[in-house]
């Protein structure tokens, strides 16, 4: 047994890291062991009650990577040795592995115990060589606190195992559930034949979505043309990233030549959703937000409701400015999907999203990201459009964006060390004179978000990669490009500038 255990993977949203030498067998054993300790931990703080291990319920599934099976099957004997039961959902999108947590399940496979929560190992949209684990408790995602905790009670299951101060304990049962059956049933209901008329194209990028979304969809009455829906850890055909423009070449060309109404696809494990429209154009993820809004602010309006949609700092003005417009009411905060989901349960906000693809329905479901759902919101406003003009398309429900110019998402390679310094420089070298711009505002609670008369110019620390994420916007391109060259050069300058000092 090694004397010290590599916690470097544990972040703000999740476990995150390149296999093995940040994600392996032993992390996710003791992890697995720190996650039952600290789940029975809150059960004292909310119940005041000692719950035994004996008593709780997991559900595990995984991701298509090559590692990721390796990794379940240390993850659930930590699970079992501590003594808690698992339901093991095997390979499926996670989605459905936050679904878990809210299906009905027979009584007899959970002999009478109720799930607490999930554990799904994935790294999403990063490339092969990441792995990862979600965890959720209580039908929610655990916060950056809840995260930190969980990885002192993992270190602390190494210092005990090493110790030896660990006694037996019995194990609990293992049975593998077709989560994805029980799913599909669910969602299928929702929607009966709603998609019929409508053809889209679906891209699963060799990930989850192909085990689940193409039959779903069909089952919704969509013709579908499927492209790379077999699992394959490898990504062979393209990186599974939706909000990376270069990944969608495929879905784009297929959707023009099948004249297509739009084309769906998914990241790495199902949680994010890229749209291309029928003209073969990448849908960016406040413009889908934006469409989803319009039609839940249109279907509240006849029961006088105003329902609240949360984005993040890196999505267009124009996005806030029409919710509010429209009678919505529109709220920004952190990028990342932990402080999402807190800020929707703080204000009671009925859909929420981000840049990324990320898209959250409290609206007739149950509040998490799920891209295979969201499709399904997709061909169901796509539908109720073309029954009222059979020429409908994507692209006029997004006219307001028409108006201004909007950068792509620029990334910037940093250190992660370095990041806070250096935005802490930037800070304090931002003026008028800079940018050749009157500054109204500027937004601090993810990076710095610089507001001008005329549009926006961002930069923020991404929560999973070594990397600044920035864009920008205005009401001109030139305005636009001024933006963003210069806040990327003196950035690049000031990140150069740290790592000549570390060296």
Same mark, same amino acid.
């Given at each position: 047994m090694q004397d010290t255990l590599n916690t470097k993977a544990f972040g703000k949203n999740d476990i995150r890291g390149i296999f093995p030498s940040e994600v392996n067998s032993q992390l996710y054993f003791y992890a697995a062991k720190g996650y039952v300790n600290w789940v029975r931990m809150q059960y004292e703080k909310m119940h005041n009650e000692n719950k035994p291990a004996q008593d709780l319920l997991i559900c595990v599934c995984m991701d298509a990577r090559l590692h990721s099976k390796e990794l379940k099957d240390a993850l659930i004997q930590g699970l079992l040795s501590q003594g808690a039961n698992v339901l093991d959902l095997g390979l499926a999108?996670?989605?459905?592995?936050?679904?878990?947590?809210?299906?009905?399940?027979?009584?007899?496979?959970?002999?009478?115990?109720?799930?607490?929560?999930a554990l799904i190992i994935t790294a999403s949209h990063n490339p092969s060589e990441y792995n990862g684990l979600k965890m959720t408790f209580n039908k929610a995602s655990l916060s950056e606190e809840q995260i930190k905790e969980v990885k002192e009670c993992t270190l602390k299951a190494f210092e005990d195992a090493k110790e030896k101060t660990y006694r037996t304990i019995a194990c609990g049962f293992n049975k593998k559930y077709d989560i994805i059956s029980n799913y599909s049933d669910k969602i299928a209901d929702m929607f009966d034949k709603i998609g019929t008329g409508i053809k889209i194209v679906v891209d699963s990028a060799n990930a989850t979505a192909g085990i689940v979304a193409p039959q779903l969809y069909r089952e919704l009455g969509c013709e579908v043309i499927e492209l790379f829906s077999e699992p394959d850890g490898n990504f062979p055909n393209h990186?599974?990233?939706p909000s990376d423009e270069k990944t969608l070449d495929a879905i784009k060309k297929a959707v023009v030549e099948n004249k297509a109404?739009?084309?769906?696809?998914?990241?790495?494990?199902?949680?994010?959703?890229?749209?291309?429209?029928?003209?073969?154009?990448?849908?960016?993820? &406040?413009? $889908?937000?934006?469409?989803?809004?319009?039609?839940? *602010?249109?279907?509240?309006?006849? @029961?006088?409701?105003?329902?609240?949609?949360?984005s993040e700092v890196k999505c267009s003005q124009v996005l806030y400015d029409t919710i509010n417009q429209n009678g919505g009411k529109a709220i920004m905060h952190k990028t990342g999907h932990g402080y999402i989901k807190s800020k929707m349960k703080e204000t009671g906000a009925l859909l929420a999203g981000e840049m990324s693809g990320h898209v959250f329905f409290k609206d007739r479901y149950f509040g998490y990201d799920d891209a295979i759902y969201a499709g399904c919101r997709l061909i169901e406003i796509v539908a109720k459009n073309k029954k009222q003009n059979p020429h409908f398309d994507l692209k006029e429900l997004i006219a307001p964006f028409d108006k201004v110019h909007l950068s792509h998402e620029v990334r910037l390679k940093c250190p992660n060390e370095y990041k806070k310094a250096v935005l802490k420089e930037l800070e304090g070298k931002?003026? &008028?004179? $800079?940018?050749?711009?009157?500054?109204?505002?500027? *937004?601090?609670?993810?990076?710095? @978000?610089?507001?001008?008369?005329?549009?926006?110019?961002?930069?923020?620390?991404?929560?999973?990669?070594?990397?600044?994420?920035?864009?920008?916007?205005?009401?001109?391109?030139?305005?636009?490009?001024?933006y963003q060259n210069t806040l990327c050069d003196l950035t690049q300058e000031l990140v150069e500038k740290h790592a000549q000092t570390k060296v």
């Open positions: 999108p996670t989605p459905l592995g936050y679904f878990s947590e809210f299906a009905k399940i027979d009584s007899q496979i959970t002999e009478d115990k109720t799930v607490n929560g990186h599974p990233n109404d739009f084309g769906i696809a998914f990241d790495g494990d199902s949680d994010r959703i890229g749209v291309v429209s029928s003209e073969g154009k990448m849908i960016s993820g &406040d413009k $889908l937000l934006l469409i989803y809004a319009l039609d839940l *602010i249109n279907e509240l309006k006849a @029961r006088g409701e105003v329902p609240t949609v949360v931002i003026t &008028d004179e $800079l940018f050749n711009s009157k500054i109204k505002e500027i *937004i601090t609670i993810d990076g710095l @978000r610089i507001i001008f008369e005329d549009g926006f110019a961002l930069i923020r620390q991404s929560n999973t990669e070594p990397v600044f994420t920035l864009r920008f916007e205005a009401k001109t391109k030139e305005r636009c490009e001024n």
